[in-house]
């Protein structure tokens, strides 16, 4: 442990000494397994136009553009792994120092670290949905089907192709032109990932249970959010309403600054690891755990 983060390691430890802790995360936890984020330090978005869920149902041409984008990224998501942060918080849960595990992100890896009973609040990228009908398939499947019916597609076009946090690439849309999308096999509705997309609502029931976490939580931890995003923002007002401590570690400003007890601008593998060393006794990750992030 570097001596500048001796200190707030050491706040961290004590706070998650106190009783029970609630991790909500946020894109910048998944950084260091290849995934982009979506703002930077000050808050800003780094990318323009997220496509959104009026967009995506209203236009096919935009169902098109998203799942010719969409079709070209995934491998990188799902190739990610954990990372050094992901294992920390996986071994702080095992040792009974959190009372659940929120995330924000839409890449499964809580769990792929070993996080249990993580509930994914705006969904996995991992899983398409039909919005006629509702059956869930794996996305393996739709990717299958949509090389099947675009064949050669993939050849070529990520050379230059800018990643984007919500596991699509920036291409040109001369390349989107020609794309095939394809519908529910049940049904023939319209499929999408299943993930809330901007201008559309966490489940009722999804975002109650992850709230309700909090009535059996002593603080609350945010990792790696701007908490910009009004479903992330409002676990810090909640905790704050219940008299609950707020600590926030994170690269930047966050909207909840104000209300943090203990605010730590540092970067998530360096300080989880050393967290779970002092807070759990670890020392750094097992074999296990490099066999799951490798």
């Not at 703002?39 to 496509?51: F, N, W």
């Not at 990372?83 to 924000?104: D, E, I, K, P």
């Not at 991992?126 to 006629?132: A, E, F, G, I, Q």
């Not at 192709?161 to 291409?171: E, K, L, M």
Request: glycine share 12%; aromatic share 4%; charged share 20%.
């Amino acid at each position: 442990m570097t001596p500048a983060l001796q200190r707030p390691t050491q706040a961290l430890a004590g706070l998650l000494a106190a009783g029970p802790t609630l991790v909500v995360s946020g894109a910048g936890i998944s950084t260091d397994s290849g995934i982009p984020d979506y703002r930077d330090a000050t808050g800003r978005m780094r990318h323009t136009s997220p496509m959104t869920f009026q967009r995506f149902v209203g236009s096919v041409d935009d169902r098109r553009r998203y799942w010719a984008r969409s079709h070209l990224g995934w491998p990188r998501i799902a190739a990610a792994r954990p990372n050094t942060g992901h294992l920390a918080v996986a071994a702080l849960q095992a040792a009974g120092r959190l009372s659940g595990v929120v995330t924000q992100n839409v890449d499964g890896l809580h769990g792929a670290a070993g996080a249990v009973d993580v509930i994914d609040l705006h969904g996995r990228l991992d899983t398409v949905v039909c919005l006629d009908c509702g059956v869930r398939r794996p996305r393996l499947e739709l990717g299958l089907r949509l090389d099947a019916v675009n064949p050669g597609f993939r050849a070529g076009r990520l050379a230059d192709a800018s990643h984007r946090p919500d596991g699509d690439v920036v291409i040109p849309d001369d390349d989107v032109a020609g794309f095939r999308i394809v519908d529910c096999r049940r049904c023939g509705g319209v499929l999408k990932p299943d993930v809330v997309f901007f201008g559309e609502h966490v489940p009722s029931a999804r975002f109650r249970a992850a709230l309700g976490l909090l009535d059996r939580s002593a603080s609350l931890l945010v990792l790696g959010s701007s908490l910009m995003v009004g479903s992330g923002f409002r676990f810090v007002t909640a905790a704050v309403r219940r008299g609950l401590p707020v600590a926030i570690v994170t690269r930047g400003m966050t909207r909840g600054d104000r209300h943090a007890d203990l605010k730590v601008d540092a970067l998530l593998g360096e300080v989880l690891p050393a967290l779970a060393a002092v807070a759990v006794g670890r020392t750094g990750p097992t074999s296990h755990d490099a066999a799951l992030a490798g």
